[in-house]
């Protein structure tokens, strides 16, 4: 990103008082009068205080008679305002000018704190960790040190003695008032557990509550009990908490296809924007005690992070034979400090079965694991998919015959994996039907392996036999799978998201769900299969594949830190803000970008593009809302190629207010040339 310019003044044109103390009395007072509308859950009387108290406060910070004391008064509370505001980057350098003018100043440790935990966000852990120290050291018994320390003990590899305090009782109530509770989120800020059909009285869900309430307690949120039935009474209570990050907990005969396509369609409807309004993942396991070891496991990377090491990688490919690349990380999981192999299972040769063992022994060291192929809920086909398309070598689905091998499908089970001891890694499949736990809907992506049907039909797998179940029991970390058919492009974004960002894992997956929501324009049509109904075919199928991916984890795990795309990628964005708005320039390398394809779009003969999400609140545009877009773009010797608008559409997300612009064009055409592609956006 380009260095942020001055932010635009508000639009709000009310009198402004001519005497510099009464300038900053009326600045402080719209600022204060932000509070109980926040308290109230009312964000458009919380911005029209914030945006009057910006106005205000920049005055005085302009008058030439304004004392140093109220410079210091003035420039505090605006760093507090930008930073309410969604406006972080703008808010830290503000502290930064604050803390260098003033590092004796009442204010001082409450000002290192939150710098410290900008710091921390952004992975500059050694810069964060000398703030923290020096917060301790100077103001250690204030409400400030059991934060400080919090978050110290996090960044030394140790275990925190117990979360955070959150909310009002964090820090105390002058503190409070002063940052108007616009303080860059703890751990648990906003955080929901939601139980599903668990019951305190039900001996089999004691580890599940358990995991729960430990997941709750370690981010300092609510547990809520939810019966898994009543949608109404779910997105009340996401509309009144308004939760950045949510976590549902339930065994795994709850967790199926239809309650998560359903989660997800109500997650899309909180706030009027197009997008998903909360990350969420979900925790499982064949067991209580195997749902208390997951979130034991989950806390675990959370303190090593961000992780480096091994990245592993395993695919299966036609070709005649099996290979094997030692080292075959991409160029960003490079630059974030990993390695690894990546192993291709062939489907023609034999040879694949000593590839496999191989494979299996490095991946018990592997931070992370990466599948990619075909597939069903019991293991990774290492035949020939085309077998689908044979209706003569089919059979009519029966639960005893499912997975039936007369030798010609020869498959990669999940009891395999059982026999593996896993160091927590993260993983991701884009095997179709991989993160099925219990309920699988028999559809025709596996009619192979699990039979036809002229009916939905639901078969129900036993732990043994489920992929994700096995993966988890072998001791991953988390999962980013497919309950049902999906693209395996799918991992290679989510991967790329991840890295360029340094995302947490719920807004990794929820990339996803954006990107189908996006290509949908919001109106997204998703089938919810009824046992026994006839089949739906009303969904853009490769929609309904992007959002059958699920994260089973916690959304709030950020297991990476972000990377310079710049000097590790083939494609580099530049936004900067311009008198009419912003403009937005790709650079983008010759060569394959797994972004690139439009994959859930419907034009296909316009399927490749340039996407970019751009954050309003950096180039101080977070008031805007209504935008147009043009988009050139030309070959490295100036020839034009032809790119055309597809999408401009804003995205109000956990504080941020973000613009999605999306340039498409002819895949034949445009695939694997370099281009430079930009964005020219008015804001209205």
Request: charge should be negative; proline fraction near 5%.
């Given at each position: 990103m380009a260095p942020t310019p001055p932010a635009q003044e508000p639009r709000a044109q009310e009198p402004v008082p001519r005497d510099t103390a009464s300038l900053l009395a009326d600045g402080e007072g719209r600022f204060a009068s932000a509070v109980p509308a926040i308290m109230q859950g009312s964000p458009a009387a919380e911005r029209e205080h914030l945006l009057a108290a910006e106005r205000l406060l920049r005055a005085v910070l302009a008058r030439d008679d304004a004392t140093p004391a109220q410079q210091q008064r003035a420039m505090f509370y605006l760093a507090a305002t930008l930073s309410r505001l969604g406006r972080d980057d703008e808010s830290?350098?503000?502290?930064?000018?604050?803390?260098?003018?003033?590092?004796?100043?009442?204010?001082?440790?409450?000002?290192r704190y939150y710098m410290a935990d900008h710091l921390r966000r952004k992975g500059r852990l050694d810069e964060a960790k000398?703030?923290?120290?020096?917060?301790?050291?100077?103001?250690?018994?204030?409400?400030?040190?059991?934060?400080?320390?919090?978050?110290?003990e996090q960044l030394r590899g140790g275990r925190p003695a117990a979360p955070p305090p959150q909310g009002r009782d964090a820090p105390d109530g002058s503190v409070h008032a002063k940052r108007a509770v616009m303080a860059p989120a703890a751990p648990g800020a906003r955080y929901l557990v939601v139980a599903i059909d668990l019951a305190a009285d039900r001996a089999a869900d004691a580890g599940y509550l358990a995991a729960a309430h430990a997941a709750g307690a370690f981010h300092g949120g609510d547990v809520w009990a939810w019966d898994g039935e009543d949608f109404g009474s779910l997105e009340r209570q996401l509309r009144e908490r308004g939760p950045e990050n949510v976590l549902f907990v339930a065994r795994p005969e709850r967790l199926d296809l239809v309650l998560h396509r359903r989660i997800l369609l109500l997650s899309a409807g909180i706030d009027d924007d197009w997008f998903v309004d909360f990350a969420f993942g979900y925790l499982t396991a064949e067991d209580g005690a195997a749902c208390e070891r997951l979130w034991q496991r989950i806390v675990t990377v959370h303190r090593r992070s961000p992780l480096h090491g091994v990245w592993w990688q395993a695919s299966v490919t036609s070709n005649a034979t099996s290979l094997e690349y030692a080292d075959a990380a991409s160029a960003l999981a490079k630059a974030a400090g990993f390695r690894g192999p990546h192993y291709y299972y062939s489907t023609a040769n034999d040879d694949r079965a000593a590839l496999i063992e191989r494979s299996l022994a490095t991946m018990r060291s592997a931070s992370v694991v990466e599948f990619t192929g075909c597939g069903d809920p019991q293991g990774i086909w290492l035949f020939d998919d085309r077998r689908n398309l044979d209706d003569k070598l089919h059979w009519d689905y029966a639960a005893d015959r499912?997975?039936?091998?007369?030798?010609?499908?020869?498959?990669?089970?999940?009891?395999?994996?059982?026999?593996?001891?896993?160091?927590?890694?993260i993983l991701w499949s884009g095997t179709c039907h991989s993160g099925a736990v219990c309920r699988v809907f028999v559809e025709a992506d596996i009619v192979s392996t699990f039979g036809r049907t002229a009916r939905t039909t639901v078969h129900r797998l036993a732990p043994r036999d489920s992929l994700a179940l096995s993966w988890l029991a072998a001791g991953a970390a988390s999962l980013l799978?497919?309950?049902?058919?999906?693209?395996?492009?799918?991992?290679?974004?989510e991967v790329d998201f991840a890295l360029r960002n340094g995302a947490s894992l719920g807004e990794t997956i929820q990339s996803t769900y954006?990107?189908?929501?996006?290509?949908?324009?919001?109106?997204?049509?998703?089938?919810?299969?009824?046992?026994?109904?006839?089949?739906?075919?009303?969904?853009?199928?490769?929609?309904?594949?992007?959002?059958?991916?699920?994260?089973?984890?916690?959304?709030?795990?950020?297991p990476f830190a972000a990377v310079d795309s710049a000097a590790?990628?083939?494609?580099?964005?530049?936004?900067?803000?311009?008198?009419?708005?912003?403009?937005?320039?790709?650079?983008?390398?010759?060569?394959?970008?797994?972004?690139?394809?439009?994959?859930?779009?419907?034009?296909?003969?316009r399927d490749y593009r340039a996407l970019v999400r751009v954050d309003l609140g950096a180039l101080g545009l977070q008031?805007?809302?209504?935008?147009?877009?043009?988009?050139?773009a030309h070959a490295p010797g100036g020839a034009p190629l032809p790119y055309a608008m597809q999408r401009a559409a804003v995205e109000d997300h956990a504080g941020h207010r973000f613009l999605h612009l999306q340039a498409n064009g002819p895949r034949a055409r445009l695939d694997r040339e370099a281009a430079t592609i930009v964005f020219d956006v008015v804001a209205k």
């Amino acid at each position: 990103m380009a260095p942020t310019p001055p932010a635009q003044e508000p639009r709000a044109q009310e009198p402004v008082p001519r005497d510099t103390a009464s300038l900053l009395a009326d600045g402080e007072g719209r600022f204060a009068s932000a509070v109980p509308a926040i308290m109230q859950g009312s964000p458009a009387a919380e911005r029209e205080h914030l945006l009057a108290a910006e106005r205000l406060l920049r005055a005085v910070l302009a008058r030439d008679d304004a004392t140093p004391a109220q410079q210091q008064r003035a420039m505090f509370y605006l760093a507090a305002t930008l930073s309410r505001l969604g406006r972080d980057d703008e808010s830290f350098a503000l502290e930064t000018r604050w803390l260098e003018r003033f590092p004796d100043g009442s204010e001082a440790s409450l000002v290192r704190y939150y710098m410290a935990d900008h710091l921390r966000r952004k992975g500059r852990l050694d810069e964060a960790k000398v703030l923290y120290e020096r917060v301790l050291r100077d103001d250690g018994d204030s409400t400030l040190g059991a934060p400080s320390r919090f978050y110290l003990e996090q960044l030394r590899g140790g275990r925190p003695a117990a979360p955070p305090p959150q909310g009002r009782d964090a820090p105390d109530g002058s503190v409070h008032a002063k940052r108007a509770v616009m303080a860059p989120a703890a751990p648990g800020a906003r955080y929901l557990v939601v139980a599903i059909d668990l019951a305190a009285d039900r001996a089999a869900d004691a580890g599940y509550l358990a995991a729960a309430h430990a997941a709750g307690a370690f981010h300092g949120g609510d547990v809520w009990a939810w019966d898994g039935e009543d949608f109404g009474s779910l997105e009340r209570q996401l509309r009144e908490r308004g939760p950045e990050n949510v976590l549902f907990v339930a065994r795994p005969e709850r967790l199926d296809l239809v309650l998560h396509r359903r989660i997800l369609l109500l997650s899309a409807g909180i706030d009027d924007d197009w997008f998903v309004d909360f990350a969420f993942g979900y925790l499982t396991a064949e067991d209580g005690a195997a749902c208390e070891r997951l979130w034991q496991r989950i806390v675990t990377v959370h303190r090593r992070s961000p992780l480096h090491g091994v990245w592993w990688q395993a695919s299966v490919t036609s070709n005649a034979t099996s290979l094997e690349y030692a080292d075959a990380a991409s160029a960003l999981a490079k630059a974030a400090g990993f390695r690894g192999p990546h192993y291709y299972y062939s489907t023609a040769n034999d040879d694949r079965a000593a590839l496999i063992e191989r494979s299996l022994a490095t991946m018990r060291s592997a931070s992370v694991v990466e599948f990619t192929g075909c597939g069903d809920p019991q293991g990774i086909w290492l035949f020939d998919d085309r077998r689908n398309l044979d209706d003569k070598l089919h059979w009519d689905y029966a639960a005893d015959r499912v997975g039936a091998d007369t030798g010609s499908m020869p498959r990669l089970l999940a009891a395999r994996f059982r026999e593996l001891t896993l160091d927590a890694p993260i993983l991701w499949s884009g095997t179709c039907h991989s993160g099925a736990v219990c309920r699988v809907f028999v559809e025709a992506d596996i009619v192979s392996t699990f039979g036809r049907t002229a009916r939905t039909t639901v078969h129900r797998l036993a732990p043994r036999d489920s992929l994700a179940l096995s993966w988890l029991a072998a001791g991953a970390a988390s999962l980013l799978v497919p309950l049902g058919a999906n693209h395996g492009m799918s991992v290679a974004m989510e991967v790329d998201f991840a890295l360029r960002n340094g995302a947490s894992l719920g807004e990794t997956i929820q990339s996803t769900y954006d990107d189908v929501l996006l290509a949908a324009q919001g109106r997204l049509v998703l089938d919810l299969p009824v046992e026994g109904e006839p089949h739906g075919h009303d969904e853009a199928v490769m929609q309904g594949g992007g959002s059958n991916r699920i994260l089973i984890g916690d959304p709030a795990l950020r297991p990476f830190a972000a990377v310079d795309s710049a000097a590790a990628a083939a494609e580099k964005v530049t936004a900067e803000r311009t008198e009419a708005g912003l403009r937005v320039t790709v650079e983008r390398a010759a060569g394959w970008q797994p972004r690139a394809w439009d994959m859930y779009g419907q034009d296909r003969d316009r399927d490749y593009r340039a996407l970019v999400r751009v954050d309003l609140g950096a180039l101080g545009l977070q008031d805007r809302t209504d935008f147009d877009a043009r988009v050139s773009a030309h070959a490295p010797g100036g020839a034009p190629l032809p790119y055309a608008m597809q999408r401009a559409a804003v995205e109000d997300h956990a504080g941020h207010r973000f613009l999605h612009l999306q340039a498409n064009g002819p895949r034949a055409r445009l695939d694997r040339e370099a281009a430079t592609i930009v964005f020219d956006v008015v804001a209205k």
